[in-house]
């Protein structure tokens, strides 16, 4: 695995497809992402994009193709070894216990990693899971708001607690699924901010309709339509495609 683990794909999808009955969703999308990089999924409504998103996470399998990540084939794997492998992922749906603090979210979630993947670590052993969960929270910018009831967070203020409860299994790669999704222009621009920050530490794949979001921070763009891949390179490649000017981008933001 040590030259998995240092090639510089870290994720691959070849000839992925994903039918639902007689209804064809994805047809054969081969694609590579980056190990360290942002790349972003994108296309019209129906185009295909929470499908492969749900291929990527392990939550749907494929009904054609192949799948791997750092080398290795996860195609059909259960969506909670996903998780174990180093794959984390947050919903467009804000999913945290509105009813416990900022805080007991991020060390609930470290908890239930650690317990898990070591069901006979000691009690005792789960001691230092608030400093993690501190740690955690000053990563999302929600350390001076740690004290709070969750369900008292303003929306973007919980999307980023969400991140934060996803990266308490200190994944290698992070899926966002339309993170900025009902946020006002200065949640949007601070949940930028805060994606383009992990990318230091880990990869990032996301989902999402913004396209100044979209082209602003990532290092490549995915296209698709109809369920193909209709283009992929960086933004300023993206942007120049005739296909995708005509099907999309000439298209008003939502």
Known sequence: MTGAATSSIILRTEAVSKAF???TALRAITAEFERGAITSIIGP???GKS???NLLTGALRPTGGRIEFEGRDVTGLPQHRFAHLGIAKSFQITNIFPQLTVRENVRVALQAFVSRYDIWRPRARLAGLV?????LLAQVGLAERRLRLARDLAHGE???LEIGMALAADPRLLLLDEPT????PEETRMM???????AGARTVILVEHKMKLVMGI???VLVLHHGELLAQGTPDEVRRNDQVKRVYLGQREH
Do not use: P, W
């Not at 400093?131 to 740690?135: L, Q, R, T, V």
């Not at 999704?181 to 006002?184: I, N, P, Q, R």
């Open 158 to 160: 919980q999307r980023a």
């Open 45 to 47: 409504n129906g185009a």
């Open 131 to 135: 400093e993690k969960a501190d740690a």
């Open 21 to 23: 009955g007689a209804f």
């Open 218 to 220: 990532s290092h490549r």
């Open 181 to 184: 999704a009902g946020m006002s």
């Open 192 to 198: 930028m901010e805060l994606i383009v920050g992990l």
């Open 51 to 53: 499908t492969y998103f």
